[in-house]
């Protein structure tokens, strides 16, 4: 047999009786090199999902069998050799006869006989894999419809938002009035996970976002979300919602809340924990909310967050209370506990 | 969590024990509208022995409540403590409750 630049042929030769092994594999699998993709081995399901013979799969590359731009197939390619598990992901691919089928591929960089490879094993997807896909779309889009960072002369605001499974019942969102110096915002979680509670949030922002035209106190915009959304929430399941309202010219904080119990408020070095009790939205459509207002100076912060963050202990940034400590004990605390809920927030640093 | 579910005359018990997540809520869930749709209308729910209930707890409770209330019954919770009782007072749920 010949050999290739790296002898990986011979190999093939001397270990052929390996290779055959591969063939036993039900999934299809394909060898190849890491510099520029091309084929070292496919298995005969491969061959058969493909529809190419043990010689014509000499030729190809991961290029030719992706349906997909080559930087994209180079990006996919790079992210594998990060991860030591492998990567999976969902692509298309182009069997012999053109036609074109979506797969799931895991990628995995390896060292094959001194030489490092990627192994792939490719499976036609699933229903349930497209509809995964699907959730991943949907994830990306309410991402996207989430305001991200904030920074101007009056705050810094760090937006934390963690989904348990791709798309969140826990959202915020905020909006800034230049003219009036105002930071009219909303921290909301929908009782339960995934994607009726995520439809569920789209309801509530397009309430937030009809307050805005309503020239009533932060209280009475949340009963009237509230009296609004009863008809969308049958069956028990209700929403806690926070609305605050930063006045920067009188430098005052006006705040209601339904369901979001508490939120955390540093100033010179102290944590304090503001307690907001008030019923969820969605179980009496008559309900009125008590609201409060405190005074703030600039260098204070406030971190208003949904549920998800309960376990979190405000003090783990130990002496260094700051806003950036706090933001960063809020990341990690996300990364390194298990999710059992969505958790989103809003942490904002008064200037 | 643990349930453990008792009958005394048009009364249903229910006393539950530990913790109640996501997972645990949707089979508390199930448990009660199994028995709503049994015909069972009256509740008295015992938190006496929870510790943690989260929003999803809450919320089976919620729906529990709405579904006894349109068929003439109700829920009634009883012997919540700590954490629990004070999640209660805290939502304002005790408004949507009797409390026990």
């Known amino acids: ?101 979506k797969v799931q591929v895991n990628m995995k960089y390896i060292l094959f006989h001194g030489n490092k490879i990627f192994a792939i094993v490719i499976r036609e997807a699933t229903q349930e894999d497209k509809l995964r896909e699907e959730f991943e779309l949907a994830g990306n889009v309410q991402r996207r419809l989430l305001p991200p960072n904030m920074e101007n002369q009056y705050a ?135 609201q409060n207002t405190i005074s703030f100076q600039a260098g204070d912060s406030f971190f208003f967050l949904t549920d998800g963050f309960d376990q979190w202990n405000p003090q783990a940034a130990g002496q260094n209370i700051n806003f950036n400590s706090m933001h960063e004990t809020l990341k990690t605390y996300t990364a390194t506990t298990p999710c059992k809920d969505d958790a989103s927030g809003l942490c904002i640093l008064t200037h | 969590m643990k349930t453990e579910v008792n009958f005394k005359e048009d009364q249903v018990y229910v006393a539950v024990e530990g913790s109640i997540f996501v997972e645990d809520a949707a089979i508390l869930r199930e448990q009660l509208i199994n028995l709503i749709e049994k015909k069972h209308i009256k509740f008295v729910i015992n938190l006496a022995k929870v510790d943690f209930i989260d929003s999803s707890g809450l919320g089976v409770l919620v729906g529990i409540q709405k579904r006894a209330l349109e068929r003439g019954g109700g829920v009634i919770i009883a012997g919540a403590t700590g954490v629990v009782k004070e999640l209660f007072q805290v939502s304002r749920l005790y408004k949507a409750f009797e409390m026990q």
């Open chain 1, 1 to 101: 047999m010949k050999s290739d630049k790296n002898g990986l042929l011979d190999d093939r030769c001397d270990y052929c009786q390996r290779f055959e092994l591969l063939d036993m594999i039900t999934d299809a699998l394909l060898l190849t090199h890491v510099s520029d993709g091309t084929v070292i081995f496919m298995n005969q399901q491969a061959r058969e999902l493909y529809g190419y013979s043990t010689e014509e799969s000499k030729v190809l590359s991961i290029f030719s069998l992706s349906h997909t731009s080559q930087s994209t197939v180079v990006e996919q390619m790079k992210i594998a050799k990060q991860y030591a598990k492998g990567y999976s992901f969902i692509t298309r691919h182009v069997k012999k006869d053109g036609m074109i089928i």
């Open chain 1, 156 to 290: 810094s605001i760090r937006t934390l938002y963690h989904p348990r499974n791709y798309v969140s019942g826990d959202v915020y969102d905020f909006v800034f009035d230049e003219a009036e110096k105002l930071l009219y915002g909303t921290v909301m979680d929908v009782m339960g996970h995934g994607l009726a509670a995520a439809s569920h949030t789209n309801i509530l922002k397009y309430l937030f976002y009809q307050t805005l035209e309503k020239s009533m106190p932060v209280s009475e915009k949340l009963s009237w979300i509230n009296s609004q959304m009863t008809s969308f929430f049958s069956d028990g399941n209700f929403a806690a919602v926070f609305l605050f309202e930063f006045d920067f010219k009188s430098k005052t904080l006006t705040y209601a809340s339904g369901g979001i119990h508490r939120f955390t408020y540093v100033y010179e070095n102290n944590v304090e924990i503001i307690k907001c009790p008030g019923l969820f939205l969605g179980i009496k459509s008559k309900e009125t909310f008590e």
